[in-house]
Nanobody, 122 residues
Framework: VQLQASGGGLVQAGGSLRLSCAASGLTFSSYTMAWFRQAPGNKRELVAGIDRESITHYADSVKGRFTISRDNAKSAVYLQMNSMIPEDTAVYYC?????????????????WGQGTQVTVSS
């Protein structure tokens, strides 16, 4: 299984970025997918999840600003990030789980990508 995240970079506060995660080596449509992030000195936290039926869950801190989506035909999951703030600065990771719950905790995700750095300047 391989999860390849891309799309990170440097953006000014108020700007937008779109992260992509390409999956291979798994039956993508059978997996719940999620984006986590980890800032220096902080725990890795769930940002957004999307289950097999495309039911979504968001952390309170990103509700109304971020949108997670998936394309089963392309085996890809995306995170559209708008109205970004400096507190969004972190390494973002995509993850996959066979548990079919969009809000499940980190421990239920068993496949992880390598992470992509997102930096929001003030």
């Amino acid at each position: 299984v391989q999860l390849q995240a891309s799309g990170g970079g440097l953006v000014q506060a108020g700007g937008s970025l779109r992260l992509s995660c390409a999956a291979s080596g798994l039956t993508f449509s059978s997996y719940t997918m999620a984006w986590f992030r980890q800032a220096p000195g902080n725990k890795r936290e769930l940002v957004a999840g999307i289950d097999r039926e495309s039911i979504t869950h968001y952390a309170d801190s990103v509700k109304g600003r971020f949108t997670i989506s998936r394309d089963n035909a392309k085996s890809a999951v995306y995170l559209q990030m708008n109205s970004m703030i400096p507190e969004d600065t972190a390494v973002y990771y995509c993850a996959a789980s066979l548990w079919n719950t969009a809000s499940q905790p980190r421990g239920r995700y068993h496949e992880w990508g390598q992470g992509t750095q997102v930096t929001v300047s003030s």
